[in-house]
């Protein structure tokens, strides 16, 4: 484990392994095939960008994009659904076309949780069996933890990442 300064006094205990890289690839979107949990900010951040009676759910007292069946084979879920807004291209809708994306599409690869008030990062078990960007590349994922890790995270009483839709 090593403390890591993400942001101006904003320090997280990194979990993994400081070597592993990672890489969003072409056409993976596995990550964009599950619910995204919406903090707070991000709720009200994204109904600058979207009606969020249509593209968003409550499960469990807590917001989550919703997911939808697509009329593809490609960018979906065995189910045949996927993220509402994953474009058949493959490409976010948010971060595409308004440049924001939700704090937990930001977070992917990574696990968040809180321990002794600390802020404690890992690799997702999932994204370890799923992904295909991680150690593809030479961008360290220990390097760009702010790309990662938005501040937001320091100011949620749960950041944990382990729920879902």
């Known amino acids: 484990m090593k403390r890591v300064e993400v942001h101006p006094g904003r320090e997280a205990v990194v979990e993994f392994d400081p070597g592993l890289t990672f890489e ?8 964009c095939r599950h619910g995204v949990l919406l903090y707070e900010e991000d709720f009200e951040d994204l109904a600058s960008y979207a009606d969020l ?21 490609e960018h979906v879920d065995e189910d045949g659904a996927a993220c509402y807004f994953l474009r058949e291209d493959g490409l976010c809708a948010l971060q595409a076309e308004h440049g924001w994306k939700p704090t937990r599409c930001s977070i992917f690869p990574l696990a968040v949780r809180k ?10 078990d999932s994204a370890r069996e799923h992904c295909e960007g ?3 590349s030479d961008r360290r994922l220990i390097d760009n933890l ?6 937001l995270l320091w100011e949620l009483d749960d950041p944990d990442t382990r729920r879902e839709l």
């Open 146 to 151: 702010e790309a990662f890790l938005p501040e």
């Open 134 to 136: 991680l150690d593809v």
């Open 24 to 31: 969003c690839v072409d056409d993976c979107t596995w990550c």
């Open 115 to 124: 321990h002794d008030g600390a802020i404690h990062v890992d690799v997702r």
């Open 53 to 73: 009676a249509e593209t968003t759910t409550s499960f469990r007292g807590q917001e989550f994009v919703r997911r939808e069946e697509k009329e593809r084979e």
